[in-house]
């Protein structure tokens, strides 16, 4: 198994990891979208017109008749506890609160204040009560009460009053005609007319008691059905229920917190560059061979040969290592490196790769295959008067005077030369694939670059002359897309893939930090320069080189 390639048990523990690290990394970003939102909810609660909220209970009371706890009972108690909660925000007892506090506010105003609910499994009503104005909200609610109990005595005492009205005046008739049939006794003098009226003022009597019966009748009917309610709990205390500020700025603060996690998570799902080794691994099966750290560089000379013991240099050696054990079976001696597009770092691999070679002790030559910009003669310092295309014209003699000497004893550079015309027809004929194996016959490894394999044909058309392709990708540039794409066409020409390359990587950036600390591909931030001295290794943007 590959150094960079992690075991498959681990993958969804990882995804997990890189899920926290992506918004640990955005963290000053959510924090400050969090304190953004809580500081808006703040200004906006503190602007807010405070409402006060209070409570009183009503309890209703059985009719006397009804007291029993049989089921129907309970039910009518229930039926009409519910009926007293909508009747208490009629209009005409809202009014009469209106009346009595001398509010200058309309029934419906009021109705929006107020909210009744019962307690389940009792006979109690709950009058809550919201308004601006703390007194106000207390007096409301009490007065509420009050007003309602009297307005259902009212309803109630209306059932009986035309029952006791008629009574009640047939008794006062009666009442009278007593009057007048004694005192006609007093003074009648017949005494057969005598006897008729005491027997009419018998009559009367009875009469007048069968009605003064059925009066208080009557009244102990009222009495017996007729419901009590009363404020068994007054509102006394207020509360500040809008807003609540300490509130509002916590959910503000998730709630932009939140927001800022999502963009953050939408974003990194929506880019389509690479950002770690695993969508390589994963979605192409491509191993990971090396990741280079951005690294400075001195007039774009190969970091390897420039300084040695930095890490850098240190990452082109295991990139060396890992070449070597990607193929046991079949001993690599010719490697093509390309791109998928520009300015991804595929020269600055190509030289400094050739560079740790010739440093192991294998005898290596770089061939710039590039015949359209070429740059390997700058990275070595090198004349650019004949190369590979003097190759393709001359005759095997002018070998010797194409191979340069690149710096390193066991090191050969051929640069271009002259830029032809038809550079894909040249590296695709037959004879390229002969000065690969004349080459061969005096080097041991061949080192290719050549033109991104998106821009151009050329790296397609060098493919099957070559025992191995080495992908160069620059995590945060190279697109998805764009990389599977490369690969489909090299593989069309059943190009030997070997795998890829990681160039300019930014341990600390915030798309895949994570991973470069995973894979172990960092070293020390401190190196021995050739001098010995103790160096501290910088990480810009602004000293990168890539090409």
């Known amino acids: 198994m590959n150094q960079f390639e992690p075991h498959e048990d681990i993958f969804s523990i990882l995804d997990v990891k890189r899920f926290f690290y992506l918004l640990w990394s955005w963290t000053w970003l959510i924090l400050l979208a969090g304190l953004s939102v809580g500081a808006v909810a703040y200004v906006v609660s503190i602007r807010t017109i405070p409402i006060y909220q209070t409570s009183a209970r009503l309890l209703v009371s059985d009719p006397p008749s009804t007291r029993s706890l049989d089921t129907t009972s309970m039910v009518s108690t229930q039926s009409m506890t519910g009926t007293y909660r909508e009747m208490l925000v009629d209009w005409v007892v809202l009014q009469g609160v209106i009346d009595r506090l001398n509010l200058n506010v309309t029934p419906a105003a009021i109705q929006n204040e107020i909210i009744v609910t019962t307690i389940s499994g009792t006979q109690l009503l709950v009058v809550t009560v919201r308004d601006p104005d703390p007194n106000r909200a207390k007096d409301i609610a009490n007065t509420l009460g009050q007003v309602f109990a009297d307005h259902i005595r009212e309803l109630q005492t209306q059932r009986y009053s035309a029952s006791q009205t008629g009574l009640a005046k047939q008794v006062s008739d009666m009442e009278q005609q007593i009057n007048v049939t004694t005192q006609a006794i007093s003074t009648v003098t017949n005494s057969a007319e005598k006897l008729q009226l005491e027997a009419r003022l018998t009559q009367y009597r009875s009469l007048y008691a069968n009605l003064v019966t059925n009066f208080e009748q009557v009244r102990l009917a009222e009495a017996q059905t007729s419901t009590n309610v009363v404020v068994s709990q007054p509102a006394v205390t207020t509360e500040q229920v809008i807003p609540k500020t300490n509130t509002n700025v916590l959910l503000g603060f998730l709630a932009g917190a939140l927001l800022a996690m999502l963009v953050v998570i939408l974003i990194d799902v929506l880019d389509d560059t690479l950002k770690n080794p695993d969508q390589i691994r994963q979605k192409l099966n491509l191993a990971i061979l090396g990741m280079i750290t951005i690294h400075p560089t001195e007039d774009n000379k190969p970091i390897s040969l420039m300084q040695p013991r930095s890490p850098a240099a240190e990452s082109f050696r295991s990139l060396r290592t890992n070449l070597t054990f990607s193929s046991v079976d079949k001993p690599i001696h010719r490697i093509l490196i390309t791109s998928t597009m520009p300015q991804e770092g595929k020269t600055t691999v190509s030289a400094n790769l050739a560079v740790v070679f010739a440093q192991g002790e294998k005898k290596v030559i770089l061939i710039d295959a590039d015949l359209r910009k070429p740059q390997i003669h700058r990275r070595f310092g090198l004349s650019n008067r004949v190369g590979l295309s003097e190759l393709f014209v001359s005759s095997w003699d002018v070998l010797p005077q194409v191979i340069q000497t690149g710096a390193l004893p066991e090191l050969g550079v051929i640069t271009s030369g002259g830029l032809p015309p038809n550079p894909s027809e040249l ?46 990708a620059q995590p945060g ?12 066409q090299l593989r069309s020409v059943n190009a030997n893939i070997l795998g890829v390359v990681l160039n300019d990587v930014d341990p600390g950036n915030r798309k895949y930090g994570y991973y470069y600390g995973r894979y172990g591909a960092g070293y020390s931030n401190y190196y021995e320069d050739n001098s010995g001295k103790r160096k501290r290794s910088k990480s810009a943007a602004a000293q990168k080189t890539s090409a």
């Open 477 to 488: 540039k190279t697109r998805m897309h764009e990389f599977q794409q490369a690969i489909q």
């Open 427 to 472: 590296l695709s004929s037959q004879k390229m694939a002969h000065i690969l194996e004349r080459i061969n016959q005096d080097f041991s490894l061949i080192i290719i670059d050549t033109p991104p394999v998106l821009s151009v044909t050329d790296a397609c058309a060098l493919a099957p002359a070559v025992d191995g392709v080495l992908l160069v």
